[in-house]
């Protein structure tokens, strides 16, 4: 999480927690009540409460189910430098990530460009720095929908700090969820295009994402949704598994995005408690693409429990709760799976005649 673009800002109003019952309205008018309190009340807490809308899909469970502690712990380590990994087919570890670090930012843009290839996606690097060669890395994952929606998931790759620098929470932690999305999200087919992406610069003053989005906005992109992911992986042992998806106050899309992150948790039974927050907090790389227009959400740990190990040396694996990552990084693939609509695959039987 970046430093540089902080503002002061409070989760409730006047110690008022806002709980809604989604079972005696309609969403329409679920989502102008809130838009219209939201744009009152700035700063209020939202709760999320209520039966789900959404069905359970036993495909995404299965889907859910791939994602577990060994596996969140093993892509955690890997990119924050606890172990080594291959890039290029040669051992490195991958700590030191600064953006202007050269062969460390270097090598772990590439690491996630492999990765991205050998599950079978497009990858490409954005970069955003022609002078200093400094580059963001994305992976495409394309839709069946002639209507060509396109949701994002997304993080950043560089540290701040060091060296000895790990940043495993500061942003290992988001960066692992979405390497873990693509891995297990590659392997199905969906309606809309998922675009996976490991941005730079975010330390910097979120320079990587901001770039993008403003390519992004130039270009039209069909973006109907962003879910960034920072800080995901701390929670103070013991404590409640709250999660925090932050929002702007006066945007009925952004609500939509993190209601449905929560009817996920809910549906699937994942342990965690989402807290919807309309604090337009804007310290990580969402806050690009709500200044050009597109919808987003920021998943972060609690912040009200926030890491003490944030930008420190000691922010290294042994400090996470791992049990509580695997259950968001379960979330954040129940709810990419969601937005973008799974896909029935029908084989194809091509007749063959004999003479």
Same mark, same amino acid.
Request: charged content about 20%; proline content about 5%.
């Given at each position: ?19 809604? +019952?989604?079972?005696?309205? &309609? $969403? ?6 809130? !838009? ?19 069905? +359970? ?49 270097? +090598? ?15 990858? !490409? ?9 400094? $580059? &963001? ?8 929908? &002639? ?44 309606? !809309? ?17 901001? !770039? ?99 930008? +420190? ?43």
């Amino acid at each position: 999480m970046s430093p540089f673009q902080g503002i002061e800002y409070t989760y409730q109003m006047d110690g008022l927690t806002f709980r809604y +019952k989604r079972q005696i309205w &309609s $969403r329409r008018l679920y989502l102008l009540t809130l !838009a219209i309190i939201l744009a009152l009340a700035p700063g209020i807490k939202i709760v999320a409460a209520g039966p789900p809308v959404i069905e +359970k899909d036993s495909r995404i469970q299965a889907l859910i189910d791939q994602i577990t502690e060994e596996r969140v712990r093993q892509a955690i380590e890997s990119i924050s430098g606890e172990t080594e990994v291959l890039v290029g087919g040669e051992p490195y570890t991958l700590m030191n990530r600064n953006t202007s670090s050269g062969e460390p930012i270097v +090598k772990a843009t590439q690491y996630m460009y492999e990765q991205f290839s050998a599950s079978g996606l497009q990858p !490409a690097y954005h970069v955003w720095n022609t002078i200093e060669g400094y $580059r &963001s890395v994305l992976a495409d994952q394309a839709g069946f929908s &002639s209507e060509g929606s396109l949701y994002l998931v997304t993080s950043h790759i560089d540290l701040f700090g060091g060296p000895p620098a790990y940043g495993a929470d500061d942003n290992a932690s988001g960066t692992a969820a979405v390497l873990i999305a693509s891995q297990v999200l590659s392997q199905s087919d969906f309606s !809309a295009s998922l675009r996976y992406i490991a941005f730079t610069g975010e330390e910097l003053g979120l320079l990587g994402s901001g !770039a993008y989005a403003a390519l992004m906005d130039t270009q039209g992109a069909p973006i109907r949704g962003v879910v960034n992911l920072d800080m995901i992986a701390y929670n103070t042992p013991a404590s409640p598994r709250d999660i925090d998806l932050h929002i702007r106050q006066d945007q009925p899309s952004d609500l939509e995005l993190a209601d449905l992150f929560s009817e996920v948790v809910a549906t699937y039974k994942i342990d965690l408690i989402p807290e919807i927050l309309p604090d337009n907090e804007n310290r990580s790389d969402h806050y690009p693409f709500w200044q050009h227009g597109f919808s987003g959400v920021f998943g972060s740990e609690d912040m009200s429990d926030f890491s003490p190990y944030y930008h +420190k040396a000691t922010d290294r694996v042994s400090t996470l709760d791992i049990g509580y990552a695997t259950s968001y990084f379960q979330a954040v693939v129940g709810t990419l799976a969601h937005l973008a609509g799974l896909v029935e695959t029908i084989p194809l039987y091509i007749p063959i005649l004999y003479r």
